[in-house]
């Protein structure tokens, strides 16, 4: 019976993961092998990276119990920015620009979180009233017209690969360098963390799934490198979201301030009268979301090369949806990073897979909001097992 608990436990841990599998190689049986064809996988990491990183800023939000709606607006307003700053006759050095981007987008942040923690004005008003406002200023800058192309520097960051190193040969020696470095640093992560919780007397799955886990892991991470190197390499936005992942992972899991949004998600009023000051802490959250806002903004039209009035419509939802998918709850203090990765994975591989197969987008929205809600459904099933 234990050994039984212990395997539901694995199931609900890794369950997101199970089902981006097997979605996965549905649509690989679909689409006839073009789906993990190496060049397939590099466009659709290109294609949703801008929307991981929504993802990744947008689950603090959620934890904490509110929400952000101006994200897409802010990604088309930071994209008119750095067109201003950088297209024409008198454009600046590409760093300048992209300084301004970021220094736009904390303002932003600076801005929501000063209505939502200090002012009290609930999270869907103030963010719903950023969408108009951003979107409205977006079309001022512009005039309402698309604004490029971008220097060649400018656009490295979303469509550049790392380099090779080597060179010399047919395998691309930098992918397959990365590929044994993560393999180390995983197997050597997990084990101390498991060695940490039996210490500790936490529940841990059996040593026979353990081993099985490191071995699967691993050979996905090796397989993944090779597969890379038959189409240039890992992409550099990869890269960056793997910095990404680990950074806000490390924060919300190993850090006070993680501690303290999971807590203020969980029992805002008891998490105020324990002494935490919540506000600063919601303050915060907006504030890195509109960072993490603004450098998806820099990402996605580097990407499509332009400024364009209408980017980043309902980029929103799909980092929204990312989230709560990957296992957030609606109610908030529930969630991880690595679930919001998986979530918007998830939906990349949805669009990616339904397009190459001929779905109309009118088809993929309205399945995409059945697994949406199927997620939500999911979630509130497992809070009434618990209570």
Sequence with gaps: MNEQKKIRLDFKKYGMVIALVVITVLFQILTKGVLLAPMNISKLLMQNGYILILAIG???????GDIDLSVGSVVALVGAVTSTL????????????ILAGLLVGALIGVWHGFWVAYVRVPAFIATLAGMLLFRGLTLVITQGKTIGPYPDSYQYIAQAYVPDIGGMTDIHSTTILI??????????????????????GFQVSGTQVFAAKLVIMAGLIAV??????RFKGIPVILVILGILTFIYSFITQKTVLGRHIYALGGNERATELSGINT??????????????????????????NCANPTAGDGFELDAIAACYIGGASASGGVGKITGAIVGGLVMGVLNNGMSIIGVGTDWQKAIKGLVLLAAVVFDIMNQSKKK
């Design 86 to 97: 950088l297209v024409g006759s008198g454009a600046k050095p590409v760093f300048v620009g």
């Design 224 to 229: 993944a490198a090779y597969w890379f190197t």
């Design 58 to 64: 947008m689950l603090p939000i959620i934890l904490t």
């Design 179 to 200: 590929g044994l470095l993560l393999m180390i640093a995983y197997i050597v992560s997990e084990i101390t963390r498991r060695k940490r919780e039996i210490k500790y």
């Design 279 to 304: 506000r600063r802490v919601k303050f915060l959250t907006f504030v890195n979301m509109g960072i993490l806002a603004a450098f998806a903004g820099i990402v996605y039209s580097a990407r499509i």
